[in-house]
T-cell receptor
Framework: DAGVIQSPRHEVTEMGQEVTLRCKPI?????LFWYRQTMMRGLELLIYFNNNVPIDDSGMPEDRFSAKMPNASFSTLKIQPSEPRDSAVYFC?????????????FGPGTRLTVL | SQQGEEDPQALSIQEGENATMNCSYKTSINNLQWYRQNSGRGLVHLIL?????REKHSGRLRVTLDTSKKSSSLLITASRAADTASYFC????????????FGKGTHLIIQP
């Protein structure tokens, strides 16, 4: 398996533009997580899905952020409109079973820069 | 919010020495996990220790867990230059919450 795949790897955009980040989890995994990493706040859980259903989105910072998982092999994280403070590395991770008992597999991340 | 807090924030040692990193957390947990992140890369799972376990080994890694003190330690023995990375502890609290809560990490530098 190729592991968790994220695209793009780097994204530079201007304030106010829409940004869409993409993730393909490991085949067979039933949990998908979106994290954001910054120097100031470290790694933060934004939202996670179980069997394509959003379970907890309490980490999503604002209404400008939205995430979808239309099927078991694809998820998107959208920021509209983007702001400079959204600049961060965004990670997608997947697992088979709950984190209560299992490891998560992380993608390489998308480095987002909002000018 | 940050559950795990690693200590120290940064650690520099000579190749061949042992490296010890500590993690403290605040609430009850199902398990505690350690991850490594090389510069510019994603996180890689190292080891998972369940709340009813006290010690676990994996190759050159040794993890301990003290639930009474809400703390864990990661020991890397006979360090190598390739161990240079940031190390994070992450907790899973269970109770229906499936996401991991990460600390801010320890940046480990192995001097050749």
């Amino acid at each position: 398996d190729a592991g968790v795949i994220q695209s793009p790897r780097h994204e530079v955009t201007e304030m106010g533009q829409e940004v869409t980040l993409r993730c393909k989890p490991i085949s067979g995994h039933d949990y998908l997580f979106w994290y954001r990493q910054t120097m100031m706040r470290g790694l933060e859980l934004l939202i996670y899905f179980n069997n394509n259903v959003p379970i907890d989105d309490s980490g999503m910072p604002e209404d400008r952020f939205s995430a979808k998982m239309p099927n078991a092999s694809f998820s998107t994280l959208k920021i509209q409109p983007s702001e400079p403070r959204d600049s961060a590395v965004y990670f997608c991770a997947s697992s088979f079973g709950t984190s209560g008992y299992n490891e998560q597999f992380f993608g390489p991340g998308t480095r987002l820069t909002v000018l | 919010s940050q559950q795990g807090e690693e200590d120290p924030q940064a650690l520099s040692i000579q190749e061949g020495e042992n490296a010890t990193m500590n993690c403290s957390y605040k609430t009850s947990i199902n398990n505690l996990q350690w991850y490594r992140q090389n510069s510019g890369r994603g996180l890689v799972h190292l080891i998972l220790i369940r709340s009813n376990e006290r010690e676990k080994h994996s190759g050159r890694l040794r993890v301990t867990l003290d639930t009474s003190k809400k703390s864990s330690s990661l020991l890397i023995t006979a360090s190598r230059a390739a161990d240079t990375a940031s190390y994070f502890c992450a907790t899973a609290s269970g109770g229906g919450a499936d996401g991991l809560t990460f600390g801010k990490g320890t940046h480990l530098i192995i001097q050749p």
